[in-house]
């Protein structure tokens, strides 16, 4: 998770090693990206997410074993949410980031997922995004009844 960046000075490295071990084990790596509050409100955004993304990919990163989700840190757990507008030009961002390390065909396939807050009236207009291809739910999914509804305002 991006919190684990700023709450407990994770770095990008480790983020790999463990997407690395991930895909080792035949798993799919979700590798989290995200600005601090304080990040954002100095408009280094992009360059924060840039810099997270491409030093944290693994080395055999492919669209079939490798997710990314985009998760602001100053929205995760707080009830704040990227507004749908902010949501879409990070993930375009990302990925035409991946597509100038890799191919636009890989870009293309590879998910980016939004998290931070997402709730049942939001999902809607999260998932509407050109660019965002799914949610990773928090706090939410310990709620049936909230998750569900996310699930459903999602489709």
Same mark, same amino acid.
């Given at each position: 998770?991006?919190?684990?960046?700023?709450?407990?000075?994770?770095?990008?490295?480790?983020?790999? &090693?463990?997407?690395?071990?991930?895909?080792?084990?035949? $798993? *799919? #790596?979700?590798?989290?990206? @995200?600005? %601090? =509050?304080?990040?954002?409100?100095? &408009?280094?955004?992009?360059?924060?997410?840039?810099?997270? $993304? *491409? #030093?944290?990919?693994?080395? @055999?990163? %492919? =669209?079939?074993?490798?997710?990314?989700?985009?998760?602001?840190?100053?929205?995760?757990?707080?009830?704040?949410?990227?507004?749908?507008?902010?949501?879409?030009?990070?993930?375009?961002?990302?990925?035409?980031?991946?597509?100038?390390?890799?191919?636009?065909?890989?870009?293309?396939?590879?998910?980016?997922?939004?998290?931070?807050?997402?709730?049942?009236?939001?999902?809607?207009?999260?998932?509407?995004?050109?660019?965002?291809?799914?949610?990773?739910?928090?706090?939410?999914?310990?709620?049936?009844?909230?998750?569900?509804?996310?699930?459903?305002?999602?489709?």
């Amino acid at each position: 998770h991006s919190e684990r960046r700023a709450d407990h000075g994770e770095s990008s490295q480790e983020v790999r &090693g463990k997407a690395d071990a991930a895909q080792a084990a035949g $798993l *799919t #790596a979700i590798i989290c990206v @995200g600005e %601090t =509050a304080a990040e954002r409100k100095a &408009g280094q955004t992009l360059k924060v997410v840039g810099k997270q $993304l *491409t #030093a944290s990919l693994a080395k @055999g990163c %492919t =669209a079939k074993n490798t997710v990314v989700a985009y998760e602001p840190v100053w929205a995760i757990g707080t009830g704040k949410t990227a507004t749908s507008a902010q949501a879409q030009e990070v993930h375009a961002f990302i990925r035409n980031l991946l597509g100038d390390i890799f191919d636009e065909d890989t870009a293309q396939s590879v998910r980016i997922q939004y998290g931070g807050s997402v709730k049942p009236d939001n999902a809607r207009e999260l998932m509407g995004q050109a660019d965002v291809d799914g949610a990773l739910v928090g706090g939410a999914s310990l709620d049936v009844r909230n998750f569900s509804e996310i699930i459903l305002n999602s489709i």
